[in-house]
């Protein structure tokens, strides 16, 4: 072996050996297996507030008459599956070995100020609180700790995507939501220009000709479940001129066509919000009626 290889290879040696006493310093604990422990318990059906503070910011959340609500930084409507999954998972984050008792590791897992912290509530009351560390070493495990504690543990499962959001994450992204089967009748505006998709039978007609059945089943299932790409809170100093409108179940949707930026915004006759979204998403929306009218034969 060349002399080069030979160094190279007793430097790696050494510095595994390093890393392994790193971590295996006095004050620490290692075990394998698992603990048959949970982080923390609570009843995820009297939460009603998470505290969340990642380094993607802090947010709040709060159960208000039965609905989610960011109410920390903004307030607006959550999105009540993130959240169902925040606090689901939080009661079963089972512990798989103990790695770390010393306070002064922390930062090595992350589970110090740079971790997530999640604090539950319980009818007002605080009833857990634990850090989202860093991922383990096999990426399906997570380094986390109760707050109360110096004792970090390997955790189950990949958690941070569950609570390190942003707070435009935490919130409900619907612009517009119906049961796809309940639409009878679509009315479609380009500038002057009008037309009406509708089932006046069985059939699917734009105008006074039959409609693509395929067009239309796939542009329903779009139209029923209308979700944002962006919030848009700050005021848009020159919106342009409506490019379309959508009206359908009582509501208008409106689409403004932002040039400079390539997106569309997007605001509904049922809410003053402003959204954004990418032009595939606003394709599958603004159809032309021949787009969606039957070959004639």
């Keep these: 072996m060349k002399r080069p290889t030979v160094i190279l290879v007793l430097i790696l040696i050494v510095l595994g050996a390093a890393a392994y ?8 604990q290692s075990t394998s297996g698992t603990l048959e422990q949970m982080l923390v318990t609570y009843d995820s059906a009297a939460v009603d507030r998470l505290e969340i503070v990642a380094s993607s910011g802090s947010v709040t ?4 008459a039965g609905i989610w609500m960011v109410t920390s930084p903004i307030r607006y409507r959550a999105d009540a599956s ?16 103990i790695v770390s008792s010393n306070p002064q590791k922390q930062s090595l897992f992350q589970v110090d100020s740079l971790g997530t912290l999640v604090k539950v509530y319980e009818r007002g009351t605080e009833t857990a609180a634990f850090r989202i560390g860093k991922a383990g070493p096999n990426f399906s495990e997570t380094y986390v700790r109760r707050e109360s504690s110096d004792d970090v543990y390997l955790g ?4 941070s995507y569950l609570y390190n959001r942003q707070v435009k994450d935490w919130r409900d992204k619907t612009i517009f939501a119906t049961s796809r089967d309940s639409i009878r009748a679509v009315r479609f505006q380009y500038g002057d220009t009008t037309f009406a998709l509708a089932l006046p039978d069985s059939v699917w007609r734009v105008g006074d000709v039959p409609a693509t059945e395929s067009t239309v089943q796939s542009f329903l299932s779009s139209v029923s479940n209308i979700l944002a790409d962006e919030f848009v809170d700050s005021t848009v100093t ?8 959508i009206e359908l179940q009582g509501t208008q949707i409106v689409f403004y066509v932002a040039k400079d930026r390539n997106v569309y915004y997007v605001r509904t006759s049922a ?25 004639q034969s």
């Design 238 to 245: 020159a919106l342009p001129k409506p490019s379309a409108m």
């Design 21 to 28: 006493l790193v971590l295996q310093k006095p004050g620490e």
């Design 61 to 64: 959340l709060a159960r208000e």
């Design 271 to 295: 809410s003053p919000q402003m959204f954004e979204i990418q032009p595939w998403r606003a394709q599958q929306l603004l159809k032309r009626k021949k787009d969606l009218a039957a070959p």
């Design 82 to 97: 993130a959240v169902t999954q925040a606090v689901g998972k939080g009661r079963s984050i089972a512990l798989q070995s």
């Design 156 to 159: 189950e499962g990949v958690l």
